[in-house]
Each structure stands twice: as C-alpha cells, then as structure tokens.
C-alpha cells in the first residue's frame, strides 16, 4: 500500500499486556508464543489491506486507508488471539489502538504528533481492548459490519499529549466487553457517570449542540419521555469536557419535587456543602464565580419553579453555562432551546439493501440491543420487515425501541410487530436499575402526564382522538368542554412540555402527538369515561370540515381543497370507522358524500368506494344525504368502469332530486348519466340526456356546468366518429373551464382533444397538447388524472416513441389497476400504445417493454412520461406527486 505525503491514514499500534511477567513465566517458550502472536496480528492487518510499518518488541505498527479496515483487522486479530491455544500459564493479551489523522510517510516510517497520539491510545488500552480516537470512530461511523460497535468512553488525557482525546471501545461478538477505565490521566473533573451500552447514532445532534454550546449559556434539551435527552446530554457533556476547566458535572433530579432543593443538589454535585453560616445559593455563587464551569441539570420537568434559580446563578457566575434536559422548557431570559427528535426511522421505501437498513439509527439500536437479550440475533432479509415496523410504529422513541429489544427473547420480531397493537401491555416489563419514570413505556408518559394541571390533563387527552394530526381550530372544537379552560393557551402549555409537536403546513400551524403519546391519551380518556362524547365531537368536527371544502374540490381552488383533506385523511378514516360502530350510518355517508372527489382526485378510488358500500347499506337515511350518497358512489362507480352500478345510482339520485324540485342537482345526474351511457356504448341515449342537461344548465345560468355538458354532447359525437362535430363542442368547452378557473377540468379537456387532433392527423400538435395537460395535472397533484394523461400520452406518442411508449402504457396500467379505475385510451377509440408499438416491434420486445413498465413506481412513471415529452432529467427529478 502505497501512502502519499499528507494523505489521512488510519494507524494502528499493538503491544501484549503484562509481557515481561509472561516472559519470565515461560523462558524459552515466549519465543514460541512471540512469534505465534505476531503471525495472528500480522494476519488479521494483512487480510484488511493493511501495511506493516516495522514492528517494536512485542509491539506491531500498522497503517490502513481508511479506519474501517484497522477496525476490521483489530476485531479479526483479537478474536483469533482469543481463539487460540496458549501454553496454561502463557495466555496473550494484547492491547490496541487506532487512530486517523494525516502523515507523512519517510522512508518506511511515519513522523508527526498523530503517531504518538495513536501509540498512547494503545497505551491506555488493556488487554484483550481495542481503542480508537474521536477521528477514527467518526470517519467510519455507519460503516462498521454488523454485529461490530463502538462504545463511548468519554474524554481522557493521554501521557505527554497536550490536548485530552475522547476515546471509544470496539465492541464485537467474541471480543471482551468489560474493562476498567483507560490508563489515562483526567483533562477536567467531572462526576459524568459511564455508560453501560454503547451510544447509537445521534452524530448530527451532537455537532449541533456542541456548536450550540459555544454561544449559549443556557441550552434545553427538550423532548417527551424516552427520547434519549440524558443520554445525548452525557455524550454532549463528555465531548466538551476540555472547554470548562473548573469542570462538568451532572445533576440529577429526577428524585427530587421540591424546587428549593435544587440548589443544594447542584452543590453536592460539585462539592460544595451548606454551612450553618451561609446560604447555599451564597456559598455556590462564590465558589462559581469565575470558574468555567458546565453543569448538566437533569430532569428539570417536576421542578420548572427552580428556573429563576437558574437564571441568578447565570447572572451571578459569568462563565458558568447549564445544559438542562427536560420535557419542558425553562422560559426563562437567555434560553436556547433543542427539540431531541427520535431517532431516524426507514424510509417507506423497503426497497433498500440490508446494509442500509441495518445503518438507520433506530434500527442499529435495535439491534444492538436485541443482541445483548438474545445471542444470536441478527438482522436479516427474513426479518428486516419486522424490525423495521417495530421502530416505525414506536417512533423512534429510544426507550420504547430498548424494551421491545428485549422482548426478543420471548418474540421472533415478526410476532412482536404484531403485539405491538398493544404497546404498553407488550412493553411494561421494564429494565431494573432504571430510574422509576423509565421502567416501561407506560411510566415515561405517565410521568410527564402527572405533572400536569387537572384542565391540561384534559386537554391533552381529548386531543388523543386526533388521528395524523390536528389544527388549532380542530383542537377548540373537540377539547373544550368541562372543566372549562383556555384550549390554545393549553395546547402552547402541552407543546412547552413536548406531548405536542408543531409544524406549519400550508400556512397554518399543524399539531401531532408521537403514535405512544396519543395510545396513553386514548387510554386516559377511556379511563376519565369521556371518550363516547369526545368521539362524536370529533365525528363532528370531520362532518363540519367535509362539507365546508367539500365545494372547493371542483375549480380554481380545488389543489388546496386536496392538500387539505390530504392533511386530514388520518382523521376522515378514523370518524367514518367510529361512524360504523357506533351506527351512526347517515353521518358516515355525509362525509363519503362530501369527500368522494378527494378520493377521486388522491388515485384512492378503491378505498373510497369501499367506505360508499359500508354506508349505504341503510335505510333510513334524509334524502338530501342519500341522493348526495348515491351520486358520490357513482362518480366512484363511473372510474372504475362499473357503469351498471353508475347508473342505477344516478337513476336512484334523479328521482330524489326530482322529488325534491332541484333542479340544478338533476341537470347533473342527467350529466353524469349521459356520459356514463355514451361510454358503456349507449351513445344515442348519451347525447339525449347530455341536451337536457345542457338546457337545464343554461336556463339556470350556471355557467361552468354548461362547459361540462358541452363536453358531453361532444362525447356521444365522438364516439360516433364525428370528430368535426365533436371538435368545436370540445374547444368551447375548454374555454369556460379556463374563464371559470377550474384547471383540473381544463386540462382534461385539453387532453381530449389532443386525441381528436391526433385522429385528425395532427399528430405533433397532439402529444404536444397532452404534455402539457400531462405537467398541469401533476402540478395540481391529480392522481387519477395524471395516470390517464400518462396513458394518453403513451397512445399519442406511440408511433415516434415506441420503446417509450410501451413502457409507459405498461406503466399506467399497473397504476390503473392498483388504484382501482380509470380511462383507458381505447374506451374513447384511440388505439393502443402497445397495439401501435406492435406493428414495428417484435412481440418479445413489447413483452418486456411492458414488464419494465409495469414495475415503475408512480413518480418514475411521471418522470419518464415527462421525459418523452422534452422535460429535462432534472426538472423530472423534482416532481413531487406520490400516491396517497
């Protein structure tokens, strides 16, 4: 391995533990045992691509490309060291260390400070340990095989080095796991407490805080229970040890209730005790003063009254900093503060390799911990699924990922993801020795829940109706009630105390609860016997929101109208199911009837119907909400091709709206009918009722809805072959959607007539039109329509571009039958992107054109669909349609 001037290297240095007590021992034998240790080590930095610099004694010198494979050969060798047959009295212990830095190399030698700094970081080790520095366990964070750790050992001064290091252990199946502290000398007193397992993950907030820190006297690092604060605080706290040379000490107060003993425990910490003379606040100001200083108040939730403490102490001692966790903020002048998020999760994408999904912090400690409970464990294609659900459904949240870990010894991770529908009964076996709020799952909640007033109490678990998620306006509607309280002051109060979370969406402020803070809300309602009442206002509150954007979801604002009910989709399911099981039928197909376009427009024509089919079943419902029910199951109908079902609701629907006197509603069902007859062939009766529905619309005066039965009168002449009469039917219809604002209809006008002008012979001209309505309708996030472009545009296309084209048909089709409807191309006569395909491609290759396209996700269908059309690689790249 050739090492150039200034270049980063990994250097590893090794040395037997004890071994002038071994060679006196074994006499003439050592030289047997010597070499037998060297072939091992050499073996093991050979195997991963390692150079042997020269060898000292009973000491090897080692230089690697990259920190990754020194820790690789330091693992190999001490596991054969450990596996190897030793004279009874002359077991090896071999010590190692590793370090990265840059060299340059002389000869067959290195020179600089970073060689000593790596030989003494095998110094400090002991045997059977391995060591690396701070550099080298951040250069090959995340690339460490599976099974291989690092175990955070906090911050050490090595002998004659200037500068303290912060030190790691490499821990590994067949390594040994427990040492005494390193032979190194403190850089700074402290009482920081060590750490039992390794620490996962969390690199990006840690340079976060630590840069924080600098510049912030006073930093929270706040978050609900279980979220890992303490933990981040101590890993923060020993990485900082070398800037505060009067020292770091923690202070827990997870024990103490009483805000006037903060102090005194703060004094403990560092050492300072009451005297029957002075106060304790005096005695520790004086002793603070012009010390710099770090303490670590832990706990602060259950003694928030101390916080002007605090804040005297930092007014009085000019370089002391507080670094506090707690699951709410101080409010106090001067603080920072940082929300501790859970760890990161898999993506929905379970396409990822096992090595990448193993690398996602919540999974890692999953694993980790999985493998201390149960050896043997590993993750592995069979099970990566399971895992992957476990930490999804428990949020990231470290302490409930600990103790699902655990339960592996009673569940394969397939049965657990299964249990975990009842999380706190699956995970109420705790860890012993930890603290009493950290037992089980339930506890960490119950915790910050008891700290609350009996109006917050309230609140907070009235809001755990809330599915996905929640606005302002929807916590007032649902949460206020008795005892009577201010619910937005609440709702602040519950996001200082981190059992809300905040973000804007859409200009507005959107509230969330973590999926195990909501289940403890639920059960605290259930327990408080309110949970009937607030779920019908919840039902409420959903049927109120339905049919106030149930207009907005045709015309110029109906993109909002989706974001918005997209938004609340979790809330809309949850309400229509309380809706079945408590009965309440007529209500349920309210909201169906209100949002059936949302559905529509989502590419979730499937489920929406589904929802239709479970209400409809009543009898006894108005007929106002039955004939609404009956023209929303249609439209459904209609998408998927069910033109029997179509018809006989809208038949049903005319004859209610007719009852009724309604005359604007019946020009519709005889819209909807007319289109939906002209399609299942009956083009005659079609254009009838397109006609009377167009007189109706007129004489009312509603302007956007002659646009539409325009566009039906030049369905029944199209689908008769007269395209000149369809044409100009078409283009005047076009033009109301445009001067009426309503894109969405707009565009699958346009899209229309590209198909006319395709059979009309103007072919460029055609695929022109129907990329562009292909790029509106993306823009407007509409699902179903975007795939029916994509299928237009394939036929459209298919004579110029027909690898393109097949692969594109393919595409749309599997879509089509995933989402459960939509318009073929062939329904409205054009032919076939496939059938055109075939006439210039052998049969095999459209066949697995089609199998290619058939396999796309729906946003690489966009991207190639946009991509025939001219659309760059990179503004392809950014579409942001997905499915729902």
């Known amino acids: ?70 820790v690789n050969a330091s693992v190999e060798a001490q596991r054969n060291l450990a596996a190897h047959k030793w004279p009874p009295s002359g077991a090896v212990r071999v010590r190692l260390g590793i370090h990265v830095g840059r060299f340059e190399p002389e000869e067959t030698e290195f020179i600089g400070l970073d060689v000593h700094r790596a030989a003494r970081i095998c110094n400090a080790a002991h045997g059977g340990q391995v060591l690396i520095s701070e550099a080298g366990a951040s250069e090959c964070e995340g690339l460490l095989k599976q099974g291989v750790g690092l175990r955070d050992l906090g911050l050490h001064g090595l002998k004659d080095i200037d500068t303290p290091e912060h030190l790691y252990q490499i821990t590994a199946s ?67 040890l070398s800037r505060f040379t009067g020292g770091v000490y923690f202070v827990p107060l997870d024990t103490i209730r009483d805000p006037e003993r903060v102090i005194a425990a703060i004094g403990r910490a560092i050492g300072v005790n009451e005297t029957d003379a002075r106060p304790i606040f005096d005695v520790l100001v004086e002793y603070l003063a012009a010390k710099e200083i770090l303490l670590v108040l832990d706990n602060f939730e259950q003694v928030l009254n ?20 707690s699951r709410a903020i101080l409010r106090i002048a001067g603080e920072r503060v940082y929300d501790v998020p859970p760890l990161d999760l898999p993506s929905a994408d379970l396409d990822a390799s096992l090595a990448q999904i193993a690398n996602i912090s919540s999974v890692d400690l999953f694993v980790r911990r999985a493998m201390a409970a149960q050896p043997g464990f590993e993750l592995t294609t069979e099970n990566a699924v399971a ?40 995970l109420s076996s705790g860890l012993r020795g930890a603290s009493s709020h950290h037992r089980t799952l339930r506890d960490t909640i119950a915790w910050s829940y008891d700290l609350l007033t009996p109006e917050e109490q309230a609140v907070f678990r009235r809001l755990g109706v809330f599915a996905g998620g929640f606005t302002i306006d929807g916590a007032e509607f649902v949460a206020a009630g008795e005892p009577s309280a201010d619910v937005i002051e609440i709702v602040g109060s519950l996001i200082d105390k981190s059992l809300l979370r905040s973000r804007s969406l859409q200009g507005e402020a959107r509230l969330t609860m973590l999926e195990t803070v909501r289940e403890f809300a639920l059960e605290e309602l259930e327990s408080a016997s309110e949970r009937e009442r607030i779920v019908g206002q919840h039902i ?78 009543g009898s006894t419902f108005s007929s106002t909400v039955r004939a609404k029910g009956l023209v929303g199951m249609a439209g459904l109908a209609y998408w998927q091709a069910d033109y029997n079902t179509a018809m006989r609701c809208y038949r049903e629907a005319l004859t209610v709206y007719r009852e009724m006197g309604d005359r604007l509603m019946q020009a519709e069902a005889l819209y909807s009918m007319s289109t939906t007859l002209t399609w299942s062939g009956d083009v005659d009766a079609g254009g009838q009722l397109a006609d009377e529905a167009l007189a109706i619309f007129n004489q009312l005066g509603a302007r956007a809805k002659v646009g539409e ?30 001067e009426t604002g309503d894109h969405v209809e707009a565009a699958t006008k ?29 823009a407007l996030k509409h699902v179903t329509y975007t795939i029916m472009a994509m299928d237009f545009l394939a036929a459209l296309s298919a004579k110029r571009k027909p690898s393109e084209s097949v692969r594109l048909a393919g595409a749309a089709a599997r879509l089509r039958a995933q989402l459960g409807g939509g318009m073929r191309p062939e329904a409205s006569g054009l032919e076939s992107a496939r059938a055109i395909a075939s006439r210039v491609l052998d049969a095999s290759v459209v066949q697995e054109l089609w199998a290619e396209g058939e396999v796309l996700k729906f946003e690489e269908a966009v991207a190639l669909a946009l991509a025939m059309g001219g659309v760059g690689s990179e503004q392809a790249s950014r579409v942001s349609l997905s499915i729902s």
Not at 39 to 60: L, Q
Not at 306 to 325: D, E, H, W, Y
Not at 563 to 591: F, K, P, V, Y
Not at 709 to 736: H, T, Y
């Open 1 to 70: 391995m050739q090492v150039q001037p200034s270049t980063t290297t990994a250097l590893l240095f090794s040395d037997i533990e004890g071994s002038t007590r071994l060679l006196q021992r074994l006499g003439e034998t050592y030289r047997t045992v010597l070499a037998d240790h060297f072939a091992i080590i050499v073996d093991a930095i050979r195997s991963a691509d390692g150079r042997i610099v020269n060898t000292m004694g009973d000491g090897v010198f080692a230089a690697f490309t990259n920190a990754q494979n020194a």
């Open 174 to 240: 067949g390594l040994l796991a427990e040492f005494p502290p390193p032979r190194s000398r403190n850089a700074s007193p402290h009482n920081l407490p060590s750490e039992v397992t390794d620490f996962v993950g969390r690199m990006r907030e840690i340079a976060e805080v630590t840069k924080i820190l600098e510049t912030t006297r006073l930093l929270t690092l706040a978050g609900p229970g279980g979220t890992g604060k303490t933990r981040l605080a101590l890993r923060i706290a020993n990485k900082v």
């Open 306 to 325: 101390a916080a002007p403490l605090v804040s005297k102490l930092l007014t009085n001692c000019g370089q002391l900093r507080v670094l506090v966790t």
């Open 387 to 426: 895992v992957t659900q476990i930490v999804t459904r428990l949020d990231g949240l470290p302490l409930a990922i600990e103790l699902a870990a655990v339960r592996t010894r009673l569940f394969p991770p397939e049965v657990l993801a299964k249990r975990l529908d009842q999380r706190f009964k699956t």
């Open 540 to 617: 409420a509150y959903v049927v109120q929101l339905a049919e106030e954007i149930e207009s907005q979801l045709t015309g110029r604002n109906e993109l909002v109208a989706v974001d918005r009910l997209s938004a609340e989709q979790a809330n809309i399911r949850a309400a229509l199911r309380a809706c079945l099981n408590r009965g309440e039928l007529e209500t349920g197909l309210r909201i169906c009837a209100a949002t059936w376009r949302f559905w529509h427009a989502t590419g979730q024509i499937s489920e929406g119907r589904n929802w239709f089919e479970q209400f409809l079943i």
């Open 709 to 738: 039965a325009l566009m039906a009168q030049g369905f029944a002449r199209w689908m008769k072959n007269d395209l000149v009469g369809a044409r100009p039917l078409w283009e005047a219809s076009l033009k109301i959607a445009r």
């Open 750 to 778: 346009l899209l229309a007539l590209a198909s006319i002008k395709y059979q009309q012979g103007e072919d460029q001209r055609a695929a022109s039109d129907a990329l562009t309505a292909l790029k509106e309708l993306v």
